[in-house]
């Protein structure tokens, strides 16, 4: 059985995966995966998040955070402390040696961004980047 070639979900499928593909190769020098990098990318925009918090701006369910976070603590990536207010509470802070290669990684993936985007005008970039915020709202 052939899949029509309007077929919207796997076109979509694709698409994800070419993305997601070229972006993981941008990171392998780094050693971090794109999960990872979007986990660095919310602290950077706003540091010790609680795991909650986390899940609900990068859209990611309980244990597949809970995961990455363990991996993340565990290679140096992120520190978890209690928060200064309310013990009971566990913060996630960017780690040094994330803050570190910062700059390199932010680079490392708007490049990526920018190469992915260049098939299109800037006006296509601007609805296609509209159609996926309306996708990804449709699920809330």
């Not at 609680?50 to 899940?55: D, I, K, M, R």
């Not at 244990?63 to 290679?75: E, K, P, W």
Request: glycine share 4%.
């Amino acid at each position: 059985h052939k899949l029509p070639p309007d077929c919207f979900t796997f076109m979509l499928a694709k698409a994800y995966q070419r993305a997601h593909g070229h972006f993981r190769r941008a990171l392998e020098p780094f050693g971090i995966t794109n999960i990872q990098h979007a986990v660095l990318e919310a602290l950077w925009y706003e540091d010790a998040q609680t795991a909650t918090e986390l899940g609900q701006m990068l859209q990611l369910d309980k244990a597949t955070l809970s995961g990455v976070l363990v991996r993340m603590d565990q290679a140096g990536w992120v520190e978890r402390r209690p928060d200064p207010v309310d013990g009971r509470v566990v913060r996630v802070l960017a780690s040094p040696r994330a803050n570190a290669v910062k700059d390199e990684l932010i680079a490392a993936r708007e490049a990526s961004d920018l190469e992915i985007l260049s098939r299109f005008s800037l006006e296509e970039q601007l609805l296609f980047k509209r159609f996926l915020m309306a996708l990804m709202r449709h699920g809330q």
